[in-house]
């Protein structure tokens, strides 16, 4: 007897196996003389090494067909057993499916929710270099992020660097404990947890390990070239002029890349301009960059979150506006 361990990612647990393990049943009933135990993202199959490894192409079949369209009935999947080929399954896209990014490693979906991220999906689609702005809680991050892990599972790119510029509000990298790691680690913790819900430990733990994804602080870019890789560049409002440049010249020619960032953010010092800023003015025009500005109507964390960005915005119109009449009147 041998045994053969399938792991399930990228899709729905659920849409897989079925409510109640329905359509695992249908598995079990398709391959008699095969012992199907399913533990987590995985599914063991004990038996003949023929019978192993049609099971195994069968479920690769499942697994490319849920990429595809989000979910697969038990008929489709019954067909699909018999030797129907995928292709010949007629299953219209739904407009859930349509907006779905991809599947976490425990059946949660992760899919665009607001126009704007269905905007950010398409352009990045469409463009190499994708610039989303918008305040805290739109998504920029997590939907680049998402955009980033879906290329690497399809194999479009080879690898995922993310990265932000180490610049926090009143704090320094030099009173915090620890080593290099340990100082720069809670400045890239948002990229963390986005990819949590994406990808299981122990994989996320072997991609890092092999630096098949990458986190590192803006300034680690510096002379490199990278080529095949999803680019992520977040907190961008922070970057000075002189970064984003060096960033922006650190594309392959087969690099893909988004750059997020809140102009209502930085913490630069006074006297140094946003290299985001800078770059949004100068290369709004270059084709093959798109720019998606996304908004409070975008904003999908508590509900309050959308309410306090927009009493922070009216109190930054009433302070300019003073600012400005006093100007007015000193002159």
Do not use: W
Request: with cysteine; charged share 30%.
């Amino acid at each position: 007897m041998k045994e053969l361990i399938i792991s399930i990612e990228g899709v729905s647990l659920v849409e897989f196996l079925g409510v109640n393990n329905s359509k695992l049943a249908i598995l079990k009933r398709a391959f008699p003389r095969l012992r199907l135990i399913s533990r987590g993202n995985k599914i063991k199959a004990i038996g003949n090494e023929d019978d192993m490894q049609l099971f195994a192409d069968k479920a690769e079949l499942m697994i490319d067909f849920l990429k595809k369209y989000g979910t697969l009935s038990e008929q489709n999947l019954e067909s699909m057993v018999e030797g129907v080929t995928p292709n010949e399954i007629k299953l219209p896209k739904t407009k859930q499916s349509e907006n779905t990014i991809l599947f976490g490693p425990y059946g949660n979906i992760i899919k665009a929710k607001t126009a704007n991220q269905r905007r950010l999906v398409k352009s990045s689609e469409e463009n190499d270099l994708v610039f989303a702005i918008g305040p805290a809680g739109t998504g920029k991050t997590y939907t680049a992020v998402a955009l980033a892990v879906r290329a690497l599972k399809n194999k479009i790119i080879k690898k995922i660097v993310l990265t932000r510029p180490a610049v926090e509000a009143g704090e320094s990298l030099g009173f915090l404990p620890g080593d290099l790691k340990d100082k720069v680690d809670p400045y890239l913790r948002p990229l963390y947890d986005a990819l949590d819900d994406m990808i299981p430990i122990e994989k996320l733990n072997d991609l890092m390990h092999s630096r098949v994804i990458e986190i590192a602080p803006l300034a680690f870019m510096r002379g490199r070239t990278l080529d095949n890789s999803f680019l992520i560049l977040d907190e961008a409002q922070n970057a000075t002029k002189a970064q984003l440049k060096m960033f922006l010249t650190r594309l392959g020619p087969s690099a893909k890349c988004i750059i997020t960032g809140d102009l209502t953010q930085i913490d630069l010092p006074r006297n140094q301009q946003s290299g985001l800023e800078h770059s949004l003015r100068i290369l709004n025009e270059i084709k093959g960059i798109g720019i998606i500005q996304l908004d409070r109507g975008d904003v999908i964390r508590h509900r309050l979150v959308r309410n306090i960005i927009e009493a922070y915005d009216k109190a930054n119109d009433r302070d300019k506006a003073i600012a400005e009449e006093k100007q007015k009147s000193s002159s």
